[in-house]
């Protein structure tokens, strides 16, 4: 189970995967700089599909 204490809700982009978008570097990179980067547990909510955890943003494992 995550320990989390912060969940981070970013919104989805046109650009596949996610994570590689210009957003999602910048909201990354400014977490990374202040040290709470690998503290947060993070979601993308997207109008398709809704909020999608971190482990499922490539799909199903």
Request: net charge negative; aromatic share 6%; charged share 30%.
């Amino acid at each position: 189970m995550d320990e989390s204490h912060v969940c981070l809700l970013i919104s989805c982009s046109d650009k596949k995967p996610y994570s590689e978008s210009k957003t999602h570097e910048v909201v990354r990179d400014r977490l990374v700089d202040a040290g709470v980067w690998e503290e947060a547990h993070k979601e993308t909510v997207s109008g398709m599909y809704g909020p999608v955890p971190e482990q499922y943003k490539k799909g199903p494992q």
